[in-house]
């Protein structure tokens, strides 16, 4: 169970597209439900709706909410934690979500809840970084977490973003992704009930998340880690192939994946000789690879 004692009203927010937002978002929703906690997604994206399509389950507040409707959102929300997922460059562009967030911040806060913005920027997209900076004084009110999503795996940042509130969301291949959305049906139930077949996919979406979860302050927002996701060995196998589409992540396919992988990496250490080959099918031959 969560060791939290306060409610949390989360918001997603960034200033491009392509962030990782959604994923953030899921991510942050399945850690809190994984803890034995309720949470109601929020879908502020008018033109996108991706966390309505990730979570059935998740409410639009779109363009044409004026902030008058916040108090009976906060009213119809307030038994719960609420991740409220904005749409890229809300705040510029959408009116009222610039009229309803500080009123939605202004009536959670009086219910008790703690007030939190995820400000997610990914790799290799020019002034991300800067421009992450330039929108954060605008979200007033909030405590404030930057995190670096690496979405390509690259880890190339354009810019700096260092401090104490700053975290990393690592590289989560496209294959294990697509096992979360179908078989998986939701993050949560991806790795406490993992499909047949996807066991070894759901250890990786769980080592995914605990990575996430471990640091400093995320575990201050969202508390301790969640059992589930400290329940498989470590270290485990790589694949060092593509895992880019659902047929990669199946168990049959992974154990494939791992094998070559350990051949290759047998192969790169005595070297792409005809000795070391020699070598590499010795060890194939004995059962030792």
């Known amino acids: 169970m969560s060791n939290l004692t306060t409610l949390l009203f989360i918001i997603i927010v960034s200033n491009a597209g392509g962030e990782g937002k959604t ?17 109601i997604m929020l879908d502020g994206d008018a ?18 909410v004026p902030a008058i409707k916040a108090r009976d959102i906060v009213a119809a929300t307030k038994h719960a934690h609420v991740i409220l997922d904005l749409g890229a460059n809300s705040l ?4 009222e979500i610039v009229e309803l967030l500080p ?35 605008k979200i007033e009110g909030f405590e404030k977490l930057f995190v ?11 810019g700096t973003l260092e401090g104490s509130d700053v975290v ?26 993992p499909a047949g077949g996807f066991g070894l996919a759901a250890i990786h979406v769980a080592e995914w998340m605990r990575r996430f979860a471990v ?11 969640p059992p589930v996701l400290d329940r498989h060995d470590r270290p485990f196998d790589v694949p060092g192939f593509a895992v880019d589409l659902l047929k990669h992540a ?25 000795e070391g080959l020699r070598k590499v099918a010795v060890l194939l031959e004995s059962g030792n690879l």
Request: without cysteine; positive net charge; proline residues 5%.
């Open 168 to 193: 990393e969301l690592g590289h989560l291949r496209p294959g294990f992704q697509a096992y979360i959305r179908q078989p998986g049906q939701t993050m949560a139930n991806a790795v406490s009930h």
């Open 103 to 137: 009123a939605l911040r202004t009536f959670y806060a009086e219910e008790g809840y703690r007030t939190v913005a995820f400000m997610p920027v990914s790799t290799n997209k020019l002034g991300a970084i800067e421009a992450i900076k330039r929108l954060a004084p």
């Open 250 to 274: 199946t168990d049959a396919a992974l154990t494939e994946n791992f094998r070559r992988t350990r051949i290759m990496n047998a192969i790169a250490k005595v070297g792409f000789t005809p």
């Open 47 to 64: 033109g996108n709706q991706a966390a309505r399509v990730a979570d059935d389950d998740a409410k639009v507040v779109g363009w044409g």
């Open 215 to 225: 640091q400093k302050p995320v575990l201050d927002v969202l508390g301790s880690v």
């Open 92 to 95: 510029a562009s959408a009116r």
């Open 148 to 158: 670096k999503v690496n979405r390509d795996k690259s880890r190339a940042f354009e």
């Open 23 to 39: 994923l953030l978002a899921q991510l942050i929703q399945a850690l809190l439900q994984l803890a034995g906690e309720p949470v």
